[in-house]
């Protein structure tokens, strides 16, 4: 079953699933979003698969609305996994520049701000004055769904709820101006498609899982999951040793090679590019880079506390 969130033509937000035949948008009275389905558990999925699958239930076209990122709300920053295939790290060696390490020997991980967020496919934000260096990564992305600390690697697939696509789209002379801490270069606003919807851990063999990147009908980068430098398991547990993972907390796996920035010459996203992101059973993102002010000043909302 394929889970996401959708905007009605009402402008009414509602959690839906996908089926063979059709979309079923699902009454808030059954669950008010993604976020409590996930908060549901196993009853919760039980429930909801009864509900999309009943042929009483009135089906919905595509075109009869707009799909959003699969959460609508985060209850922390988006986790994020850094250097997770070998070949992506080693493609990038001499071109960090004067921030090269050593070849880690545990998950590299950081954060990035939940405003880069946007749908699987909206435009993404562009501003020059921003960065020069604008980089596409295609991701796989999961998602919690059962609260746990010092997670066993045993235990770790358990506590995933499902599995979706990113694009975690990256400016990189902000990593490097800010002491290769990468937080700023990844947390630009409007600038992360997620989605197109959340496919349940147990309806994927990540084994079995492409994940490629294509900017203007070229391929850019192409990669089986299964030759991820550390496995999902180990993911997951390794980042929640001593720290609490909870429901809804949102993981990207990391890239593999084929970045801009590690090419020669690099190359670069800019105003009108079409990045498109895909993965076996995932679906795709598929988004314009569009010209936008992100370095005017933003007034806060009309009314609100000086």
């Given at each position: 079953?394929?889970?996401?969130?959708?905007?009605?033509?009402?402008?009414?937000?509602?959690?839906?699933?996908?089926?063979?035949?059709?979309?079923?948008?699902?009454?808030?009275?059954?669950?008010?979003?993604?976020?409590?389905?996930?908060?549901?558990?196993?009853?919760?999925?039980?429930?909801?698969?009864?509900?999309?699958?009943?042929?009483?239930?009135?089906?919905?076209?595509?075109?009869?609305?707009?799909?959003?990122?699969?959460?609508?709300?985060?209850?922390?920053?988006?986790?994020?996994?850094?250097?997770?295939?070998?070949?992506?790290?080693?493609?990038?060696?001499?071109?960090?520049?004067?921030?090269?390490?050593?070849?880690?020997?545990?998950?590299?991980?950081?954060?990035?701000?939940?405003?880069?967020?946007?749908?699987?496919?909206?435009?993404?934000?562009?501003?020059?004055?921003?960065?020069?260096?604008?980089?596409?990564?295609?991701?796989?992305?999961?998602?919690?769904?059962?609260?746990?600390?010092?997670?066993?690697?045993?235990?770790?697939?358990?506590?995933?709820?499902?599995?979706?696509?990113?694009?975690?789209?990256?400016?990189?002379?902000?990593?490097?101006?800010?002491?290769?801490?990468?937080?700023?270069?990844?947390?630009i606003d409007a600038t992360m498609p997620l989605g197109p919807w959340v496919t349940l851990r147990d309806d994927l063999d990540l084994a079995d899982v492409t994940l490629e990147c294509e900017l203007n009908?070229?391929?850019?980068?192409?990669?089986?999951?299964?030759?991820?430098?550390?496995?999902?398991?180990?993911?997951?547990?390794?980042?929640?040793?001593?720290?609490?993972?909870?429901?809804?907390?949102?993981?990207?796996?990391?890239?593999?090679?084929?970045?801009?920035?590690?090419?020669?010459?690099?190359?670069?996203?800019?105003?009108?590019?079409?990045?498109?992101?895909?993965?076996?059973?995932?679906?795709?993102?598929?988004?314009?880079?569009?010209?936008?002010?992100?370095?005017?000043?933003?007034?806060?909302?009309?009314?609100?506390?000086?």
């Amino acid at each position: 079953m394929k889970i996401g969130t959708v905007l009605l033509r009402s402008g009414e937000e509602r959690a839906a699933c996908l089926r063979a035949d059709g979309l079923v948008a699902i009454a808030p009275s059954q669950f008010p979003d993604v976020l409590a389905i996930i908060d549901g558990g196993t009853q919760a999925i039980a429930d909801l698969r009864a509900y999309c699958e009943s042929p009483r239930t009135r089906l919905l076209a595509l075109d009869e609305l707009r799909l959003l990122p699969p959460l609508s709300s985060f209850r922390r920053d988006i986790l994020c996994t850094g250097w997770n295939y070998w070949d992506h790290f080693y493609e990038s060696q001499g071109k960090r520049e004067g921030q090269d390490v050593p070849k880690p020997d545990a998950p590299t991980f950081f954060t990035k701000g939940p405003d880069a967020v946007i749908g699987p496919y909206e435009n993404i934000a562009f501003d020059p004055r921003i960065s020069h260096k604008w980089d596409y990564e295609a991701e796989i992305a999961l998602i919690i769904g059962l609260q746990g600390r010092s997670i066993p690697p045993c235990e770790a697939l358990r506590h995933v709820w499902g599995y979706c696509l990113a694009n975690d789209v990256s400016q990189r002379d902000l990593q490097r101006r800010h002491g290769g801490q990468w937080l700023k270069g990844k947390s630009i606003d409007a600038t992360m498609p997620l989605g197109p919807w959340v496919t349940l851990r147990d309806d994927l063999d990540l084994a079995d899982v492409t994940l490629e990147c294509e900017l203007n009908g070229q391929i850019m980068q192409h990669a089986s999951a299964s030759s991820m430098a550390f496995s999902v398991a180990e993911l997951v547990s390794e980042l929640s040793f001593g720290m609490t993972l909870r429901p809804g907390d949102v993981l990207l796996t990391g890239t593999p090679s084929g970045i801009g920035n590690a090419r020669t010459p690099p190359v670069y996203l800019g105003d009108g590019d079409i990045v498109v992101v895909r993965a076996t059973g995932l679906g795709e993102l598929r988004n314009r880079v569009v010209a936008t002010d992100l370095s005017g000043y933003e007034a806060p909302p009309s009314g609100e506390r000086k």
